[in-house]
């Protein structure tokens, strides 16, 4: 009886513990994804309640799961953790495993997956005591430790979120030793046209040109599909993933591409670094210096015949200009046909724009219009004024809308481009509003040209805040270098003299009683001019 009572003892020991729940994989999970694990290719099919994998014949089904939260992210998915367990197998070694799945794109999800949990090791199984991810203290797997899978029946995604524009770049294998390849005429092509419904938004292509002496370098042209992009942090620094697919590679090994960039890279030159993986693998991708291939991509203007000139512009205007209009915060350079804007974004990103004159007609001019890195090729016209001294004032109209091929095969297009983009209606959005804006370029550096008013003033300052009002700019570490100096008789003074007419001397703490060595002015033959002053009113 003894003997009995501890067998029931040692199998209820053994009896399973119950793992209570229901699961539903979400539905965009589901799909046939490739994935390369360890050098292995696998391949995994996705239902609402079942994992199948390739990699040892098993199927794992859903038991629990839990959607984690993602606060101030819109997305069409969630990261998930999921209690599952794996298909045969007595009560006694039924393994649960957890499984991490990060959503990324509607094509690409990355994955972890936990080690097999048993019956035998008396420890409870749910889905809050087994899996990792459920402690605040471990949270979601970070990229370093997951594996990517590629959605074999790829999704459409605009590849805007991936490239936009047309660059020039160089390339580096880190196999081979071969060195860096920078030929102009490799180069990114993604252009989209707005609002278009064919693959043009959904494939970007790729050209390498071969270099001479680069062993590692190549001709070839390469059909891009975009799969998506995404935000991930690693080592402690957020980069921007992206993921590729060769559209006419019939090896799934080498069709599925991983990219990487670090987006605000404060480059002097504009440039911009991505690393690319050879494999369907972004753990490979370490940082945008450590990559299987290396790019380094710049922006160029698109080509267009568009932009060959067929007018001239005033010869007057022809020099280097600035502005702070439309073109915020711009160096401009005119030649007699040309104009081209230099505009700085932030401290260390600027954008490129020229303009080439195409028609004119009295003051306005029908001129094409391109930014370096983008696409698009619009018409304009600009309204220029005739030149006054070391000013110019301009306006730019709204872009024409875009002809038709029928219509550009016409000879006389231009004049058709010109109705409509140069029309008076084209510089105003409200036709009701006849009190035009014009924008000034100053020359750079300025012509001087003497003031229209001469003498020597006083003036009152009136401001919103005391720090917009002028205050008198001495070099030096201390406030006042002069605190010693008594004087008496402080006034604000604005002077055009007759010695320089072509500058105006503006000094908000002017001391009338003594000069700049402390020394009174009327001792040595100086006078007081606050009697003979006049006053202005700011």
């Given at each position: 009886m003894a003997v009995l009572q501890t067998a029931r003892v040692l199998l209820l020991f053994f009896?399973?513990?119950?793992?209570?729940?229901?699961?539903?994989?979400?539905?965009?999970?589901?799909?046939d994804w490739y994935s390369r694990e360890s050098g292995t290719d696998i391949k995994t099919l996705v239902n609402a309640d079942k994992w199948d994998s390739n990699e040892d014949d098993t199927q794992l089904e859903c038991v629990d799961i839990f959607i984690h939260s993602n606060p101030g992210l819109q997305q069409d998915g969630n990261n998930v953790t999921m209690l599952m367990i794996k298909t045969g197998g007595t009560n006694l070694n039924t393994c649960y495993m957890c499984v991490d799945v990060l959503w990324r794109t509607p094509n690409i999800l990355q994955y972890r997956q936990e080690d097999c949990i048993t019956a035998r090791s008396g420890s409870q199984i749910s889905l809050n005591d087994s899996c990792k991810s459920m402690n605040p203290w471990y949270g979601l797997p970070s990229i370093d430790v997951t594996f990517t899978m590629f959605k074999q029946s790829l999704e459409k995604i605009n590849c805007v979120t991936t490239f936009e524009g047309v660059y020039q770049f160089s390339y580096e294998v880190d196999t081979g030793g071969g060195g860096i390849c920078n030929h102009p005429d490799?180069?990114?092509?993604?252009?989209?046209?707005?609002?278009?419904?064919?693959?043009?938004?959904?494939?970007?292509?790729?050209?390498?040109?071969?270099?001479?002496?680069?062993?590692?370098?190549?001709?070839?042209?390469?059909?891009?599909?975009?799969?998506?992009?995404?935000?991930?942090?690693?080592?402690?620094?957020?980069?921007?993933?992206?993921?590729?697919?060769?559209?006419?590679?019939?090896?799934?090994?080498?069709?599925?591409?991983?990219?990487?960039?670090?987006?605000?890279?404060?480059?002097?030159?504009?440039?911009?670094?991505?690393?690319?993986?050879?494999?369907?693998?972004?753990?490979?991708?370490?940082?945008?210096?450590?990559?299987?291939?290396?790019?380094?991509?710049?922006?160029?203007?698109?080509?267009?015949?568009?932009?060959?000139?067929?007018?001239?512009?005033?010869?007057?205007?022809?020099?280097?200009?600035?502005?702070?209009?439309?073109?915020?915060?711009?160096?401009?350079?005119?030649?007699?046909?040309?104009?081209?804007?230099?505009?700085?974004?932030?401290?260390?990103?600027?954008?490129?724009?020229?303009?080439?004159?195409?028609?004119?007609?009295?003051?306005?001019?029908?001129?094409?219009?391109?930014l370096v890195g983008k696409c698009e090729v619009d018409f304009v016209c600009m309204d220029i004024v005739p030149r006054h001294h070391s000013i110019v004032r301009y306006r730019i109209?709204?872009?024409?809308?875009?002809?038709?091929?029928?219509?550009?095969?016409?000879?006389?297009?231009?004049?058709?481009?010109?109705?409509?983009?140069?029309?008076?209606?084209?510089?105003?959005?409200?036709?009701?509003?006849?009190?035009?804006?014009?924008?000034?370029l100053i020359q750079n550096p300025p012509t001087p040209y003497p003031c229209p008013v001469g003498g020597r003033y006083n003036f009152v300052q009136h401001a919103d805040k005391e720090n917009e009002k002028y205050q008198t700019r001495i070099r030096g570490v201390t406030q006042k270098p002069r605190v010693q100096v008594d004087c008496r008789i402080v006034v604000s003074e604005m002077k055009s003299c007759s010695n320089d007419l072509t500058k105006i001397f503006v000094d908000a703490e002017y001391c009338e009683t003594v000069d700049y060595r402390g020394r009174p002015i009327g001792e040595y033959g100086g006078y007081s001019l606050s009697n003979t002053t006049n006053q202005l009113l700011f």
């Amino acid at each position: 009886m003894a003997v009995l009572q501890t067998a029931r003892v040692l199998l209820l020991f053994f009896l399973p513990v119950m793992v209570w729940g229901s699961c539903n994989i979400p539905a965009y999970f589901h799909g046939d994804w490739y994935s390369r694990e360890s050098g292995t290719d696998i391949k995994t099919l996705v239902n609402a309640d079942k994992w199948d994998s390739n990699e040892d014949d098993t199927q794992l089904e859903c038991v629990d799961i839990f959607i984690h939260s993602n606060p101030g992210l819109q997305q069409d998915g969630n990261n998930v953790t999921m209690l599952m367990i794996k298909t045969g197998g007595t009560n006694l070694n039924t393994c649960y495993m957890c499984v991490d799945v990060l959503w990324r794109t509607p094509n690409i999800l990355q994955y972890r997956q936990e080690d097999c949990i048993t019956a035998r090791s008396g420890s409870q199984i749910s889905l809050n005591d087994s899996c990792k991810s459920m402690n605040p203290w471990y949270g979601l797997p970070s990229i370093d430790v997951t594996f990517t899978m590629f959605k074999q029946s790829l999704e459409k995604i605009n590849c805007v979120t991936t490239f936009e524009g047309v660059y020039q770049f160089s390339y580096e294998v880190d196999t081979g030793g071969g060195g860096i390849c920078n030929h102009p005429d490799s180069q990114i092509k993604a252009c989209q046209e707005p609002g278009s419904q064919y693959v043009d938004n959904e494939v970007f292509v790729m050209t390498y040109r071969k270099c001479l002496d680069v062993s590692t370098s190549k001709n070839e042209q390469i059909r891009y599909q975009c799969m998506g992009s995404w935000f991930a942090v690693r080592s402690g620094i957020g980069y921007t993933y992206a993921a590729v697919a060769d559209t006419v590679e019939q090896d799934t090994r080498e069709k599925f591409k991983c990219m990487m960039t670090l987006k605000n890279q404060k480059d002097a030159n504009n440039q911009i670094r991505w690393v690319m993986s050879r494999f369907p693998d972004c753990t490979s991708l370490s940082g945008v210096y450590r990559g299987p291939l290396k790019l380094v991509l710049t922006r160029i203007a698109p080509p267009t015949q568009y932009m060959i000139p067929r007018c001239n512009l005033p010869r007057d205007i022809a020099g280097k200009w600035f502005t702070q209009g439309p073109e915020f915060k711009s160096n401009v350079a005119v030649n007699e046909t040309h104009i081209h804007f230099n505009t700085g974004l932030n401290e260390f990103e600027f954008q490129d724009a020229f303009y080439s004159c195409q028609q004119t007609l009295g003051t306005r001019y029908l001129m094409t219009k391109v930014l370096v890195g983008k696409c698009e090729v619009d018409f304009v016209c600009m309204d220029i004024v005739p030149r006054h001294h070391s000013i110019v004032r301009y306006r730019i109209g709204k872009p024409a809308r875009r002809l038709s091929d029928k219509e550009l095969q016409d000879a006389n297009y231009l004049e058709t481009v010109f109705r409509d983009a140069c029309s008076w209606m084209s510089f105003t959005f409200n036709r009701d509003i006849i009190d035009w804006k014009y924008e000034v370029l100053i020359q750079n550096p300025p012509t001087p040209y003497p003031c229209p008013v001469g003498g020597r003033y006083n003036f009152v300052q009136h401001a919103d805040k005391e720090n917009e009002k002028y205050q008198t700019r001495i070099r030096g570490v201390t406030q006042k270098p002069r605190v010693q100096v008594d004087c008496r008789i402080v006034v604000s003074e604005m002077k055009s003299c007759s010695n320089d007419l072509t500058k105006i001397f503006v000094d908000a703490e002017y001391c009338e009683t003594v000069d700049y060595r402390g020394r009174p002015i009327g001792e040595y033959g100086g006078y007081s001019l606050s009697n003979t002053t006049n006053q202005l009113l700011f």
